[in-house]
């Protein structure tokens, strides 16, 4: 049995997806809903039982499954860059990993967990995923230091010959779409040039990038999962590993594939970027993928412009969700 923590979501459903379309389906998703619409991710997938992610934690410290556990992917986590209780996440995003890594490594499961590319802060040390780099990480905002928290205790306990953690960059794609502001800014530009016929973006507060020259490593929600599956089918490569396209864009980039793969023109109105989010900001994220290629995954990967157009195409602009 593999059990998916957060699968409801944006990634671990997309994780559930890929397994169903490799003819998996002894999976339980562990999950809770809230008042979101998340719940249709879950429509199109099949899955042998869903569980509260409070009573999974529950059943873990209990150790009292009746069943066997060959894998836990563990995608659950409050994502939200500008969450502000400390305490929720501390708990949510750290405590919890932490006692799920403990038990998969007492009971010899394959534990996979989210990392995020949020613990680079602001890149100044690189985006290289080498183990020893974590203590030395600073991230901006609590969620990347609630990550990074994590990562840095697995190395001290010596975990990373056991577990694999992944540094999502930033991923786009179908099944995003109850994440609210969280979503990625493919979802949000198509919404305002369906509505409006432009896209907003922020101006640079930095004198080294022009408006819209912000560059970020964007990954496509299909490869972020193949990448993801990789581990899975490779139990003896661990540590922490990037997951991304390896290679950085700019905002505008990323808006002018999404103005072609509606057919319309390019329109661009550059706005002021607010106080709150100005000194949390990362100008330019790159994932380095040469660790994940060294350990055997060679798949090729989705363009910019594929990927946006995949997404519009043939699922925003159809309004479906994966499996649909």
């Keep these: 049995m ?3 923590t957060g699968g409801a979501g944006f990634i671990g459903s997309a994780i559930v997806w890929r397994l169903n ?9 562990a999950d809770e809903l809230g008042h979101d619409e998340k719940w249709k991710n879950l429509v199109n ?4 039982d869903f569980c509260n992610k409070t ?23 409050n994502s939200s860059t500008t969450e502000k209780d400390a305490d929720h996440l501390m708990y949510n995003n750290y405590e919890y990993t932490k006692k799920l890594a403990v038990y998969s490594i007492k009971n010899n499961i394959r534990f ?3 990392s995020s590319a949020a613990t680079y802060g602001d890149g100044s040390l690189g985006f290289m995923d080498n183990d ?18 994590f990562d840095i205790r697995a190395l001290h306990k010596g975990m990373f010959d056991k577990i694999a953690g992944i540094k999502y960059f930033n991923v786009y794609g179908p099944n995003e779409y109850h994440k609210a502001d969280m979503r990625s800014v493919v979802h949000k530009a198509y919404e305002q040039v369906r509505d ?8 640079s507060r930095n004198p080294h990038y022009q408006d819209g020259e912000q560059m970020r490593d964007f990954v496509y929600i299909k490869d972020a999962v193949d990448m993801t599956l990789f581990f899975l089918n490779h139990p003896h490569v661990n540590g922490l590993y990037n997951v991304g396209s390896g290679k950085a864009r700019t905002w505008k980039d990323l808006v002018t594939a999404l103005f072609n793969a509606v057919g319309k023109p390019v329109n661009i109105e550059y706005i002021d970027m607010p106080d709150f989010l100005a000194a949390k900001y990362q ?4 994932a380095d993928l040469n660790k994940i290629k060294k350990a055997g995954y060679s798949a090729p990967l989705t363009s910019l412009e594929e990927g946006v157009t995949d997404y519009v195409q043939n699922y925003l602009m159809k309004d479906i969700y994966l499996g649909g």
Excluded at 55 to 62: C, I
Excluded at 132 to 149: A, D, V
Excluded at 283 to 286: G, M, S
């Design 21 to 29: 379309q490799l003819g998996i389906n002894q999976i339980i998703i």
């Design 283 to 286: 100008y330019f994220t790159e």
């Design 55 to 77: 009573a999974f934690l529950e059943a873990v410290e209990k150790d009292s499954f009746s069943f066997k556990i060959d894998a836990i992917i563990h995608m659950g986590a």
């Design 45 to 48: 997938l099949d899955y042998m």
């Design 112 to 114: 996979i967990y989210a």
């Design 132 to 149: 020893q780099l974590c203590t030395k990480l600073r991230p901006l905002n609590m969620y990347g230091y609630s990550k990074n928290l």
């Design 2 to 4: 593999i059990i998916v």
């Design 196 to 203: 409006h016929g432009f896209v907003r973006l922020f101006k």
